[in-house]
């Protein structure tokens, strides 16, 4: 577990970058630091591997404040990514990967297995890690320097907008793959971004900061969609947040209706009630020119069927 | 019938006549005389440069230093030297040495300069100590701009060598004087052609050098 106690951090020119700031990051979970530039949310995030360190309070790693460890010795057991992935251009990717376990003093050749394994676990063809990083597309660099901070098998990982840089669908590719990855590893990752569709959906936890460093509010994505703390959040959220909020709302209460003869799959919009939200489910209804949402199931057999203003009753919870 | 542009039979006399100032021991001092000064140059350059890239408010005033340096003209540094080292290659060697480096000082800061911040900021991030990251990140990649300095280092203290022939000490440059005043052009065809070939091989040293050691560096085109 991660803890800001009190944590202030102001420069010589007076600025104050974070101001006063308490909250837990649990381990194991994905916690998610959001909010407009100038907010603090990366100053936040190196006060965790001291890459700064706080004015005012404590960063406390497990209990411990980070300021009494020598920043080498925590920085190389604390995974780091960051927007332009910053590899190392003179290092073939393989090297690039091994960095941290050479610099542990592992022995070279268990240092490249694991870095060939590394590889392969964040989806690179292995054929990649004798290649150098100007030979990868950004998405690609992307993942080997996922690979990397994963390297030595650091129990923390610190992501500072490490998806800004790509287009969406590579970045959309980078985030199911970050949450495949997270529910294989339990890692207490701490991810920085300004955009709160990246947050919400990978964020276990999201911490909403407003300029001038100052925490808004704390919650799970659908605590925050439902109940914004102030004005601030909720105009931070955007417009559009009932509907989101729905993608966290599983689809498996919903009564079904028997559906009417003739009705299939074919020509309508359809969900899985045992994997999607009710935003798929209505989605699906408003897909449908009938209004009817098919739900079906693992094999594609129709279970039932929902009309859109059952859906509405049941969005309104 | 004028005298030919080249007498071949002055070449095959003079090339290895022995003497002093056979061909072949004068194009051995010039290499000397030119080298030198770029290895010493290099190995200075490295650490003032490295201390201007970290210490930013060194770098204006030791280039402004360089610069006068540069400007003056190597025969007064020469004359100047005279009293101290005399009539011998060394003479030639610290001028050259001191214009090295009015190139490789700015081409080291480069250099440093070249290393993108967000690949620095992972190697902090990754936890390597300052001295480590200097030698196996920073100092790696400043090495393409640091060659291309070299270059030009190399090229120009080739050419400026002969100068130091107008204190008996200018390798090939002897030719240029010797012609000159004998009125007989074989020898200064000589020199030129060794210059020039001397200079073309030491560049072409420095990018074979730079393909080897940088092959990262290699844009797809």
Avoid at chain 1, 11 to 39: H, K, N
Avoid at chain 2, 23 to 34: D, G, P, Q
Avoid at chain 2, 172 to 194: A, C, E, M, N, S
Wanted: aromatic content about 6%.
């Amino acid at each position: 577990m991660i803890t800001f106690d009190g944590v202030t951090k102001r420069y010589a020119d007076g600025t104050v970058a974070v101001d006063d700031l308490s909250l837990e990051v649990p381990t194991g979970a994905i916690t998610v630091f959001v909010g407009p530039s100038g907010c603090g949310k990366t100053t936040s995030l190196r006060m965790i591997n001291r890459m700064i360190d706080p004015s005012q309070g404590r960063v406390l790693l497990d209990g411990k404040d980070v300021t009494t460890v020598d920043p080498a010795t925590l920085r190389r057991g604390i995974g780091y990514v960051i927007q332009q992935a910053g590899l190392f251009p003179h290092r073939r990717i393989v090297d690039n990967v091994a960095t941290v376990p050479l610099l542990l003093g592992w022995d070279k050749k268990k240092a490249r297995d694991r870095a060939m394994e590394l590889l392969e676990r964040v989806g690179l063809d292995p054929k990649m890690a004798r290649r150098y990083p100007f030979q990868l597309s950004g998405g690609q660099q992307q993942r080997v320097g996922v690979a990397r901070a994963l390297a030595a098998d650091p129990p923390v990982l610190l992501m500072d907008e490490p998806f800004s840089a790509v287009d969406p669908i590579v970045r959309a590719s980078l985030q199911e793959e970050l949450l495949r990855l997270q529910s294989e590893l339990h890692k207490t990752i701490v991810f920085v971004t300004h955009d709160i569709d990246e947050a919400v959906k990978l964020g276990d936890t999201v911490a909403v900061l407003r300029v001038g460093g100052k925490l808004a509010q704390i919650a799970a994505p659908a605590d925050l969609l439902s109940g914004p703390a102030d004005d601030f959040v909720r105009e931070f959220l955007g417009r559009d947040r009932g509907i989101r909020r729905l993608g966290f709302v599983p689809a498996k209460d919903l009564a079904l209706d028997p559906a009417p003869e003739g009705v299939t799959p074919e020509g309508h919009g359809t969900f899985n009630p045992a994997r999607d939200s009710l935003r798929a489910a209505l989605d699906a209804a408003l897909l449908s020119p009938d209004g009817l949402a098919v739900a079906v199931d693992d094999d594609g057999r129709v279970l039932g069927v929902v009309g859109q203003a059952a859906l509405v009753g049941a969005a309104r919870g | 019938m004028d005298e030919p542009l080249v007498r071949w039979d002055w070449i095959a006399r003079n090339w290895d006549n022995g003497g002093p100032t056979s061909v072949k021991v004068l194009l051995e001092n010039h290499i000397v005389m030119a080298f030198v000064p770029v290895v010493a140059g290099l190995l200075i350059a490295i650490p003032l440069g490295l201390a201007c890239a970290r210490y930013r408010w060194l770098y204006q005033p030791t280039v402004g230093i360089m610069n006068v340096v540069y400007s003056l003209p190597s025969l007064a540094l020469f004359s100047i030297l005279l009293s101290v080292t005399g009539l011998t290659q060394t003479t030639v060697i610290i001028p050259l040495t001191l214009f090295s480096l009015a190139v490789l000082i700015p081409a080291v800061v480069d250099g440093m300069r070249s290393v993108p911040d967000h690949v620095r900021q992972s190697a902090v991030a990754m936890g390597f100590q300052p001295y480590r990251r200097l030698v196996s990140v920073e100092l790696p990649i400043a090495v393409p701009v640091v060659l291309a300095g070299l270059r030009v280092a190399a090229v120009s203290s080739i050419s400026l060598v002969s100068v130091g022939a107008l204190i008996g000490q200018g390798g090939l440059g002897y030719l240029f004087i010797d012609g000159w005043q004998r009125q007989f052009y074989t020898p200064i065809v000589v020199g030129i052609v060794l210059v020039v070939a001397l200079a073309l091989v030491a560049d072409l040293v420095i990018i074979a050098a730079q393909r080897l050691l940088t092959p990262w560096a290699r844009r797809r085109a």
